[in-house]
């Protein structure tokens, strides 16, 4: 064998396998737009259920995006529902444009158009609120505001600014600037 067959026979090997690269390289999508990779993981249309240490559900999230950013470990959420149930078993729900977890999932931020609305139980009335941000501490079943939360609930609107919410014994507290509205029932 001379060494132009020799030579030949490698350049073609080489052609080869650089065909086969670029081919199997061609499959892959590109990033798209501004993903910079700093992503672990994106959820869309999903459902959370969070356990607390005896195995009760803590919390439940759904939502239409999830995304958890890589660098803190926190996530950022489009939409948010978070479900968080009181003693008894029944539901506080809690609505947001935007929200935002911890990395250790011990605060939750929810901001723009927040709407928490009291379980639906027949022999209690319906308690809702409103406000623009929200802090939810789920592990210890509280939430506050720093900002103006208007609460409404049968003949009675209340709003303030500064709010203390907690979930397990049914008690809220406005911090300041309170003021009450009485509707009575006809």
Not at 6 to 31: F, I
Not at 43 to 71: C, K, M, N, V, Y
Not at 121 to 148: C, H, M, Y
């Amino acid at each position: 064998m001379s060494w132009r067959t020799a030579l030949g026979g490698v350049l073609l090997v080489a052609a080869l396998l650089s065909g086969w690269s670029l081919l199997r390289e061609r499959d892959k999508a590109p990033l798209a737009v501004g993903d910079d990779a700093s992503k672990d993981y994106v959820l869309h249309d999903f459902q959370i259920i969070a356990l607390d240490e005896q195995g009760r559900e803590s919390t439940t999230l759904r939502a239409p995006l999830l995304e958890r950013t890589r660098s803190d470990e926190t996530m950022t959420i489009q939409t948010p529902l978070f479900l968080l149930p009181d003693r008894d078993g029944n539901h506080w729900e809690l609505r947001s444009d935007t929200g935002w977890v911890s990395a250790t999932g011990d605060k939750l931020r929810l901001t723009g158009n927040v709407s928490g609305d009291s379980p639906r139980v027949p022999s209690i009335p319906p308690t809702t609120f409103r406000t623009e941000q929200l802090d939810v501490f789920p592990k210890e079943n509280r939430a506050t505001s720093d900002g103006l939360v208007t609460m409404t609930r049968p003949g009675i609107t209340q709003s303030g600014v500064g709010f203390a919410l907690n979930s397990s014994d049914k008690t809220y507290q406005f911090l300041s600037q309170v003021k009450s509205r009485y509707t009575p029932h006809r």
